[in-house]
């Protein structure tokens, strides 16, 4: 047979298409049927080494993908370097997704990986339906065999599948729901792909409270009862119910496209007057929403809460004349300035506008208590921003952490280092928290749904407010400000805040931004994207003009 010939395997109940690069029908069969024996079994006694050559890529993915398509899971499994989990993986996905035809197409090998389409016809009960995906597969060597085997991960047979999951056809677990904005455009996954595991979660949770009712569906089963499933293929449609939410599908869509131009990068956008969250994006789009449950230092960005734990404590107001150094050595570890700038005789709000690391650092010298230094930051972003409080969001999402430091953990906690976390939602609800004067838990359906309690604080002082809206707007506009080139064009009232957080192991910080314009609030975060106005910066702003 030539090469792109379509090739029956068992009975013609799965095929394997060849695609022009070594999956001819002769040898694929001869693969899957024992043909002559690899130069690796004949001298099992000297396993090979080095890295896998291009005919053992190619011969080993074309056997795995033969194994597989015929149904045969033993064999498949016997192919990887973890046959104990490949092999009932492989038998799971014919027998619990109903699969009764298969299409496997291998594409050209990237190096020792071998990308490969499927099309999978799924049968239950009186309904069939195709199923296709694109996935991949990597050879690698053995550890003590030396056989080139298919690396054994869930994703090999569907890019969503989990070490827990499994895929499953029949009565799906969870109600349908027409999931809304908040002027009652319907939000999908296929238009907004961020909102998908978002969307996933909401069905599990309140499907069956807004009326609605099951169908028939293919699905990946998490394997847990509070992780959503992932619906892949619907072969009959239940009853959707009809579920409103706070985004807002222009804002969603501005955020979609911004994030779309970095390869990692996270923003969410809330509503400052009533907590409410009007989008959030991740690029990629994945299972894991990084803008609702990432847990990443947010840099500078914490100096809002700095400044604000400053005023608080009596050690400074926005024009108390702050020093601002080159660099300052505190807990026995050497702080500097981006490019070790300094500032001669300035207030707080400059430093904060230009954002001064030894300024907000030299704060903690002035606390005469070192137990007061090492608890205030985290006491202010409790009790004033909600930081650390249970958030009831209506889907999983972090709630953000300013622990107890010691140390120098604790002057780098100081300028958004050290053991600090949040995610893009949290540093957006900082934001919200200034301009709206008082914290207001984020939340994405309304909490009468399932009476959830929200987090709560007293409202900032009068003083403290403006005092940060003054600094944020600072930054925001003066010609040395940080965040001015981003937040160019935006409307008024705006502030920002830039931040860059050094990663151990990246030679580049990531880039995060925060601000807001009006009554919409919203920060972003760009892995390795450098200074905050350069990459973060330029996607907060475009969300901010879409609302």
Aim: proline share 5%.
């Amino acid at each position: 047979m030539r090469s792109g010939a379509k090739v029956a395997i068992v009975g013609g109940v799965f095929a394997v298409v060849a695609s022009g690069v070594g999956y001819g029908g002769y040898n694929l069969w001869n693969g899957v049927m024992g043909g002559e024996k690899s130069p690796e079994s004949k001298n099992a006694a000297s396993p090979r080494t080095g890295p896998v050559t291009d005919e053992e890529i190619t011969t080993t993915a074309r056997d795995f993908l033969a194994a597989w398509a015929a149904g045969e899971p033993e064999k498949a499994g016997q192919l990887t370097n973890d046959p104990v989990t490949a092999g009932p993986a492989v038998a799971a996905y014919r027998d619990g997704a109903k699969v009764t035809k298969a299409v496997i197409t291998p594409g050209a090998a990237v190096g020792a990986t071998v990308p490969f389409t499927v099309k999978a016809t799924i049968s239950y009960e009186d309904v069939t339906k195709d199923l296709s995906y694109a996935s991949e597969l990597t050879v690698v060597r053995g550890q003590t065999t030396g056989r080139p085997l298919v690396k054994w991960q869930p994703t090999v047979l569907h890019p969503k599948l989990t070490a827990d999951g499994t895929l499953r056809t029949g009565a799906a677990k969870s109600a349908s729901i027409k999931a809304v904005d908040r002027n009652d455009v319907e939000l999908t996954a296929e238009k907004y792909p961020s909102l998908g595991p978002v969307l996933n979660e909401l069905r599990r949770r309140y499907g069956s409270e807004v009326g609605g009712s099951t169908g028939v569906e293919t699905w990946i089963d998490s394997g847990s009862e509070t992780v959503a499933d992932i619906p892949l293929l619907v072969l009959r449609k239940g009853k959707a119910g009809t579920l409103k939410t706070t985004i807002d599908a222009g804002v969603q869509a501005a955020a979609e496209k911004a994030v779309k131009e970095f390869g990692k990068a996270s923003v969410a956008a809330v509503e400052p007057s009533t907590g409410a969250i009007r989008a959030v994006a991740n690029s990629p789009a994945a299972e894991f929403n990084t803008a609702l449950q990432g847990q990443q230092a947010p840099g500078s960005t914490m100096k809002i809460v700095t400044a604000a734990m400053m005023m608080q404590n009596g050690l400074a107001t926005p024009t108390t004349k702050v020093e601002c150094p080159p660099d300052v050595v505190s807990r026995s570890q050497s702080f500097q300035n981006l490019d070790r700038f300094s500032i001669i005789d300035g207030t707080l709000i400059e430093a904060f506008r230009r954002s001064c690391n030894t300024a907000f650092i030299k704060a903690i010298t002035r606390l005469s208590d070192k137990k007061i230094a090492d608890t205030a930051l985290g006491d202010t972003a409790r009790d004033s921003f909600g930081i650390g409080q249970v958030w009831q969001v209506g889907v999983p999402a972090a709630d953000g952490s300013v622990p107890e430091s010691a140390g120098s953990d604790t002057p780098a906690s100081y300028i958004g280092q050290g053991k600090i976390t949040m995610s893009a939602l949290n540093v957006a609800s900082l934001s919200a928290t200034v301009k709206n004067g008082g914290f207001l838990q984020p939340y994405l359906v309304a909490k009468d749904l399932d009476d959830r309690e929200f987090a709560k604080t007293d409202r900032l002082s009068p003083e403290v407010a403006l005092g940060l809206q003054r600094m944020m707007n600072a930054a925001a506009t003066a010609s040395d400000g940080t965040a001015t080139k981003a937040m160019a064009g935006v409307p008024f009232p705006k502030g920002a805040k830039t931040g860059s957080a050094e990663i151990d192991g990246h030679a580049v910080s990531n880039s995060w931004f925060t601000g807001y314009s009006g009554d919409l609030a919203a920060a972003a975060v760009v892995q390795s994207g450098g200074h905050g106005g350069d990459a973060a910066g330029p996607v907060v702003a475009r969300v901010l003009k879409a609302g």
